[in-house]
């Protein structure tokens, strides 16, 4: 019969998982593996979508980044190689930079493909300053004016994996939950948008430039058009925490006996959770499965947005101490500690004026 077929054929597949260690997902509809190799994950955008709205995460996450990969670029690929290359990056990200993983989340590839990269639990190593609540997208090739030209596959994968996690982070089209790393000074990693010591990455042919108003007129209404969602509210959460220990593992019940939850890396110091519930000095750091951190390792911060057309960042909280950066409107940070109307950043020793701030959450008790 061919309901016993499909059952014999599905258990066929979970034995074979089991032996060769693939990674599979799994739904009503089919049942396809992943395939790994260095302990990268390759993704169709498809795959990539099942996979990334399946996903238990931790991380508080508030931007997307993108980047080109500027070399390895489209003469290294070889329509085979996406492993290898991953690799390659990996390799020189450890022993050339020093870092102790491959800097970015994700890389897409000339035919569409996605790979996977570091953790999503950890913060990625891209833009100096802007890693903490961010997701690292490298896209590969050269996407400088007169290099690599774009294809149509990886054009796509762009656009729809942008809108994708948009809309599993609940994260507005907008150039400041989008960001380039050319809008950022290299040496202090404060956002100037491309006016002086910027790389050109993404490209200065990247979807039509590299400039913010190139992001708004040519990649960001792709973006919409590709995944129309809009923003959820979530009136149940109630604060947000940061990690203070190096590790915190994350527990099926409020206790500390109850098992680590399979799957789940342990949350990393600096990284900011979300509470649903607190219980016994407990927090439940998700809406919709039993999560648990102890709270003794996290400290309060709260979330905020800039809602002047420039907010100067200066080194002290007060007038009289040195202008640092400056911060654009919708700009949302992380507050940790308030000092006489000022407000110090989260993972930094920078400070702005709490006058122009919108808080979007509030809790430093």
């Known amino acids: 019969?061919?309901?016993?077929?499909?059952?014999?054929?599905?258990?066929?597949?979970?034995?074979?998982?089991?032996?060769?260690?693939?990674?599979?997902?799994?739904?009503?509809?089919?049942?396809?593996?992943?395939?790994?190799?260095?302990?990268?994950?390759?993704?169709?955008?498809?795959?990539?979508?099942?996979?990334?709205?399946?996903?238990q995460l931790a991380r508080t996450v508030i931007s997307i980044q993108q980047h080109h990969t500027f070399s390895p670029a489209y003469v290294h690929f070889k329509d085979s190689n996406h492993f290898e290359l991953q690799q390659g990056m990996k390799n020189y990200h450890v022993n050339h930079n020093g870092w102790?993983?491959?800097?970015?989340?994700?890389?897409?590839?000339?035919?569409?493909?996605?790979?996977?990269?570091?953790?999503?639990?950890?913060?990625?190593?891209?833009?100096?300053?802007?890693?903490?609540?961010?997701?690292?997208?490298?896209?590969?090739?050269?996407f400088d004016s007169g290099k690599d030209a774009m294809t149509a596959e990886q054009r796509e994968a762009i656009i729809r994996m942008t809108a994708i996690l948009c809309r599993r982070f609940n994260l507005p089209v907008?150039?400041?939950?989008?960001?380039?790393?050319?809008?950022?000074?290299?040496?202090?990693g404060q956002r100037n948008d491309g006016v002086r010591n910027n790389k050109t990455c993404p490209g200065t042919n990247f979807f039509g430039g590299n400039k913010v108003m190139d992001c708004n007129t040519h990649f960001l209404p792709l973006v919409s058009q590709s995944f129309p969602?809009?923003?959820?509210?979530?009136?149940?959460?109630?604060?947000?925490?940061?990690?203070?220990?190096?590790?915190?593992?994350?527990?099926?019940?409020?206790?500390?006996?109850?098992?680590?939850?399979?799957?789940?890396?342990?949350?990393?110091?600096?990284?900011?959770?979300?509470?649903?519930?607190e219980e016994n000095g407990w927090y439940k750091i998700s809406n919709s499965q039993e999560h648990w951190v102890y709270g003794k390792y996290t400290m309060n911060v709260s979330r905020a947005a800039v809602k002047t057309a420039k907010l100067h960042v200066r080194n002290g909280p007060g007038r009289s101490f040195d202008r640092v950066g400056a911060l654009a409107k919708g700009h949302e940070i992380f507050i940790v500690h308030e000092?006489?109307?000022?407000?110090?950043?989260?993972?930094?020793?920078?400070?702005v004026s709490k006058d122009h701030l919108k808080f979007i959450l509030k809790d430093l008790t």
Not at 21 to 49: D, M, V, Y
Not at 346 to 351: G, V
């Open 174 to 188: 907008h150039t400041q939950s989008i960001i380039y790393h050319h809008w950022f000074d290299l040496s202090t």
């Open 229 to 277: 969602f809009s923003i959820q509210n979530k009136p149940d959460l109630l604060k947000y925490v940061s990690v203070t220990a190096s590790k915190l593992n994350v527990r099926s019940e409020p206790r500390q006996t109850a098992k680590k939850v399979a799957g789940l890396d342990p949350a990393s110091i600096g990284s900011v959770l979300r509470v649903y519930q």
């Open 100 to 142: 102790s993983d491959i800097g970015q989340h994700f890389t897409t590839f000339p035919d569409g493909s996605i790979l996977s990269g570091r953790s999503l639990e950890r913060s990625p190593a891209c833009i100096t300053g802007q890693n903490a609540n961010s997701i690292c997208l490298e896209h590969l090739g050269n």
């Open 339 to 351: 000092e006489n109307n000022w407000c110090r950043i989260h993972m930094d020793e920078k400070w």
């Open 1 to 55: 019969m061919v309901w016993q077929r499909t059952i014999y054929y599905a258990w066929i597949l979970i034995l074979l998982q089991i032996r060769s260690k693939p990674l599979f997902l799994i739904n009503t509809r089919k049942l396809f593996a992943l395939t790994n190799r260095f302990g990268f994950t390759k993704f169709s955008i498809q795959e990539f979508e099942q996979w990334i709205n399946s996903l």
